[in-house]
């Protein structure tokens, strides 16, 4: 059973920066995906357990930065340049198979879930 803990969301100006992070309880892929109210999740980012692959939506491209450090067991999401559009739930995933391709972006490819952590961009 793998543990995730998030921490780093909160209240930002617009062109502002947060950075999430995510403890694991094992050695796992993990992702980043966000929830807007009345919306869908969707996919933001994901890195392997090595920190050789990493995924972005186009969304975020550019703008957020996925690592990990594998010591810590912790992955870390630096958003820069924010956006209100940015503003949602963010949870962090992980799943003990290899991802690869396009797969990473679908939420039922995960398997362990952490809480969540509000994110809030104000205009």
């Known amino acids: 059973q793998v543990q995730l803990v998030e921490s780093g969301g909160g209240l930002v100006q617009a062109g502002g920066s947060l950075r999430l992070s995510c403890a694991a309880s094992g050695r796992t892929f993990m992702g980043w995906f966000r929830q807007a109210p009345g919306k869908e999740r969707e996919f933001v980012s994901a890195i392997s357990w090595s920190g050789g692959n990493t995924y972005y939506a186009d969304s975020v491209k550019g703008r957020f930065t996925i690592s990990r450090d594998a010591a810590k067991n912790t992955v870390y999401l630096q958003m820069n340049s924010l956006k209100p559009e940015d503003t949602a739930v963010y949870y962090c995933?992980?799943?003990?198979?290899?991802?690869?391709?396009?797969?990473?972006?679908?939420?039922?490819?995960?398997?362990?879930w952490g809480q969540g952590t509000q994110v809030t961009v104000s205009s």
């Open positions: 995933a992980a799943t003990a198979e290899w991802l690869v391709g396009r797969v990473v972006v679908t939420p039922q490819k995960y398997d362990y």
